[in-house]
């Protein structure tokens, strides 16, 4: 079907529709699609909403709304306007058009207004309705918004789509035991009837639907002024450990991120106020509301135990949901399809950002770690995607999200950078947010405005980098003569054998007995021959992508395994153990158990925190996704005491603490298990460990999952222990996951069917993580077809990562070819399944297939 019959079926019959009986067949689409969002961003200007809801404190009992919506028709009607309303028929109660009272008509998640009733110029509907309650996160004592990326249209009808913003005036009637916190200020708040308290706030600014937002309940609070800024914190947190070494952290990185976009951009902060929320169980790290923003409370209360990858997680997501306000809020994307770039800025505005906030962070470790294994995950897998997708409907832009936008998009932009050189890139982005400030763009409006500003061509750089898929495969060919280099040529393709080239640039190093020379090369085709080699003397060995500022895989030396660990650079050590990993997955490591060879003896001698977090889970991922089940007692039964006598033996609180979770994971022996039993018992860790209650909580779990004796007591136990009401909701909700009863645990999977059973994302996936351990995968695996037979629904009632998070948390440990053929008959069965699902599945499933194969 063509665009432009396919757009006549949209329009030409809804009027008919609206004011007649229903047709048999409703040319309306389901969701928001892109014809329709054109159409009406076309028709439509200067939206405002009015909104009034009434939150009862029970989350079973309904909310009760009220509307206005005002608008402009660019001109006279000529066809239906259609609102976005995801809702039970019924669910419109009343609705008035410019005064006068119009029998309400909702067809496939929308609410049709024929055009006999509207009219050029100003228009306004009032509109009595039920508000849906799946994405107003309601729960017992509090309750919040998240409506990203089309989930306004489930709570109240709406435009609801990013390129038709608007201002809100909201009013809020709740329990009167509650406070209340929105994008706009707050004007007035009184008593109401029946217990309840009315809070209304003044007009918020300019905003796109899915940064409408509230938050509401018992929460505390706490307000600072930061550079002449009043903040307010609204949090249920109840241990004053955390909050007291937490919250000068919290208010101090988000003024230095303030301070820093501001200098930065050349621009003020554009909103009226700056507020935030931490929520218990939050299913992102946080989300950019202007005037609210929403984080993983969990993220941002740390105590003295707290490891260096802790602290520079909660400084960058207060530093990423910072920058949002001027990537994202400020100017957003016209369409989801460019949602990647208010991520990516985000991200990469939060990097520069740390190197402020964090001085002792590293950041060039911190941006090599962060960014690099996740990007790799995705890019390596059948299941790749570009960064920049298309997408016809909004009800499917969930699936575009993912570590492709939020970690390989930031690598892509610091080569960007470097291509332009930084200052031409900042004045660039700058020009970009005073000409599209408090509007909408598109990623080639930004590209046009950067290429003006650099002989460099980016849209052939662009093609590759942000349109396709997929990473290159590195190699060298290193010719010498009479102990000197002849010749250093470096090639390029792409893994999957294409001829690509991504331009870009890093640094070779050549290793000698006293010293290392760092070359740079900046390869902007296919093939570089490196001058800057030749007539230097053989080095021992040679490091490709020294530093990890290049991306792709880089061929290993076979001389280098030896001595990766001697590297005094911790980035270039980082480097080298990713592309370790990399090789090792690609099958050109040797054996899994060759590789382990080489990480052991790293483990108590690795300085570096991030350095050890990376050499830990490459240990882990061999332990038990390459290991046979029969083999693993005999290694577990010399790898635990070396990382028992590591934590013993190192010095910094921090790596003792990462050791010891690492031994945790592993605990195959009794004597292991016993160990982790008494300090959860006494409460009594090893000297300079530091254990929260959720580490305490965490070990009870380990000892559960390995059916160690009175593990049910343990629980209990543990479960009397926690005092915060929000981390003892969670417990309770896991403990038939930890189960040791099959017929128990396969109970609660079966109650996952229920969408009602998964409301709390970051409790089910934390309860998949222990249905599907690999000590259990041999039950387990039985649950796999409904695993993926659910993935559709997932998409249609979660939130924007469920979908991944849920295929991650189940395909994570599995390595049997038994689960690979689940998973690949499935897809074999479904040609037509939605290629973003399929490519998460894909992505998820790659790790269980290279298991599987080696």
């Given at each position: 079907m063509t665009f432009f019959r396919y757009l006549s079926f949209l329009l030409l019959?809804?009027?008919?529709?609206?004011?007649?009986?229903?047709?048999?067949?409703?040319?309306?689409?389901?969701?928001?699609?892109?014809?329709?969002?054109?159409?009406?961003?076309?028709?439509?200007?200067?939206?405002?909403?009015?909104?009034?809801?009434?939150?009862?404190?029970?989350?079973t009992l309904p909310v009760a709304a009220t509307e206005t919506v005002r608008f402009e028709l660019r001109a006279a009607p000529a066809d239906s306007l259609v609102l976005d309303f995801k809702a039970p028929a019924g669910a419109v109660q009343r609705l008035a058009v410019n005064g006068q009272l119009v029998p309400p008509v909702q067809r496939r998640e929308h609410v049709l207004i024929a055009p006999r009733y509207l009219r050029r110029g100003p228009n306004a509907l009032e509109i009595t309705f039920m508000a849906g309650s799946r994405s107003l996160n309601r729960n017992p004592e509090f309750a919040y918004t998240l409506l990203v990326p089309d989930r306004a249209r489930t709570v109240f009808p709406c435009f609801d789509q990013p390129d038709l913003k608007a201002t809100f005036a909201l009013t809020l009637t709740l329990p009167a035991a509650w406070r209340a916190v929105a994008n706009g200020p707050l004007a007035d708040s009184a008593r109401a009837p029946g217990g309840l308290k009315t809070y209304r706030f003044a007009p918020s600014d300019t905003l796109s639907t899915y940064l409408f937002a509230f938050a509401a309940g018992k929460f505390r609070t706490l307000a600072r002024e930061m550079d002449g800024r009043p903040m307010h914190f609204y949090y249920r947190e109840t241990d004053?450990?955390?909050?007291?070494?937490?919250?000068?952290?919290?208010?101090?990185?988000?003024?230095?991120?303030?301070?820093?976009?501001?200098?930065?951009?050349?621009?003020?902060?554009p909103f009226q106020k700056f507020d935030f929320v931490g929520i218990p169980d939050f299913q992102y790290g946080g989300m950019e509301h202007p005037g609210v923003i929403d984080y993983k409370a969990s993220a941002l209360f740390l105590d003295g135990g707290a490891t260096r990858e802790q602290l520079n997680g909660r400084a960058n997501l207060l530093a990423h949901e910072t920058s949002h306000m001027w990537f994202g809020d400020l100017v957003t994307m016209r369409w989801f399809d460019d949602v990647w770039t208010k991520e990516v800025f985000a991200n990469f505005m939060a990097d520069k950002i740390s190197t402020v906030t964090q001085p002792d962070g590293n950041f060039d470790l911190k941006?090599?770690?962060?960014?690099?294994?996740?990007?790799?995950a995705v890019d390596r897998t059948a299941g790749a995607n570009p960064i920049r997708q298309p997408l016809d409907n909004l009800q499917a832009a969930g699936s575009l999200y993912g570590n492709i936008i939020y970690h390989k998009a930031p690598i892509m932009m610091r080569q960007l950078e470097h291509l332009m050189g930084p200052d031409a890139f900042r004045d660039g982005l700058r020009e970009y947010l005073k000409r599209y400030a408090?509007?909408?763009?598109?990623?080639?409006?930004?590209?046009?405005?950067?290429?003006?500003?650099?002989?460099?061509?980016?849209?052939?750089?662009?093609?590759?980098w942000v349109n396709e898929p997929g990473r290159p495969v590195f190699a060298y060919q290193l010719r010498t003569a009479r102990g000197k280099?002849?010749?250093?040529?470096?090639?390029?393709?792409?893994?999957?054998?294409?001829?690509?080239?991504?331009?870009?640039?890093?640094?070779?190093?050549?290793?000698?007995?006293?010293?290392?020379?760092?070359?740079?090369?900046?390869?902007?085709?296919?093939?570089?021959?490196?001058?800057?080699?030749?007539?230097?003397?053989?080095p021992q060995y040679v490091l490709l992508n020294a530093f990890g500022e290049g991306y792709g895989l880089f061929p290993l030396d076979a001389q280098a395994l030896p001595h990766l660990g001697e590297l005094k650079n911790p980035v270039m050590r980082a480097a080298a153990y990713i592309n370790l990993n990399e090789n090792l997955l690609a099958g050109q490591a040797g054996a899994p158990a060759q590789v382990l060879a080489l990480l052991r003896p790293l483990l108590a001698h690795e300085p570096e925190e991030l350095n050890l977090g990376l050499l830990l889970d490459q240990v882990a991922n061999v332990f038990w996704r390459f290991t046979p089940p029969a083999e693993r007692p005999a290694l577990a039964a010399s790898l635990e005491p070396e990382l028992w006598a590591a934590v013993q033996q190192v010095g910094p609180p921090n790596l003792k603490k990462l050791l010891l979770k690492a031994y945790a994971g592993l605990a195959l022996s009794r004597e292991a298990q016993d160990r982790l039993h008494e300090i959860w018992q006494t409460k009594q860790p090893p000297a300079g460990v530091v254990l929260t209650e959720d580490d305490y909580t965490d070990l009870a779990a380990t000892l559960a999952v390995r059916a160690y004796p009175g593990y049910a007591q343990i629980l209990q136990t543990q479960l009397a222990r926690i005092q915060n009401p929000d981390r003892r909701q969670r417990l309770q909700y896991l403990l038939p996951s930890l189960s040791n009863d099959v017929a128990v645990r396969d109970e609660f999977f079966a109650s996952l069917s229920d969408a009602k059973n998964r409301e709390k994302e970051a409790w089910v996936a934390s309860a998949l993580a222990y249905l599907h351990h690999p000590l259990r995968v041999a039950d387990s695996e039985k649950y796999l077809p409904q695993s993926l037979a659910l993935v559709e629904e997932l998409q249609r009632t979660g939130d924007i990562f469920f979908p991944q998070t849920w295929l991650a948390a189940t395909l994570r440990w599995y390595r049997t070819p038994t689960a690979a053929a689940t998973v690949r008959q499935f897809l074999q069965e479904r040609p037509n399944y939605p290629a973003p699902l399929r490519a998460k599945i894909e992505q998820s499933a790659d790790n269980l297939y290279r298991a599987a194969k080696l």
């Open positions: 019959p809804l009027g008919a529709l609206a004011q007649g009986p229903a047709a048999p067949a409703t040319p309306v689409q389901t969701g928001v699609s892109a014809a329709l969002a054109r159409q009406r961003a076309q028709a439509l200007r200067r939206v405002a909403y009015e909104l009034h809801f009434t939150l009862p404190g029970p989350p004053t450990a955390k909050l007291g070494r937490s919250m000068g952290p919290i208010f101090d990185i988000q003024a230095g991120a303030l301070k820093f976009l501001q200098d930065y951009t050349q621009r003020p902060y941006f090599l770690t962060d960014h690099y294994p996740a990007a790799y408090y509007g909408n763009a598109t990623w080639p409006d930004l590209i046009a405005i950067l290429d003006a500003r650099t002989p460099a061509d980016l849209q052939a750089w662009n093609k590759v280099i002849k010749s250093f040529i470096i090639s390029q393709k792409g893994e999957d054998g294409s001829r690509r080239a991504w331009p870009q640039a890093f640094t070779v190093a050549l290793v000698y007995a006293d010293r290392v020379d760092e070359l740079p090369a900046n390869m902007l085709g296919a093939q570089l021959r490196l001058r800057a080699a030749e007539g230097r003397p053989a």
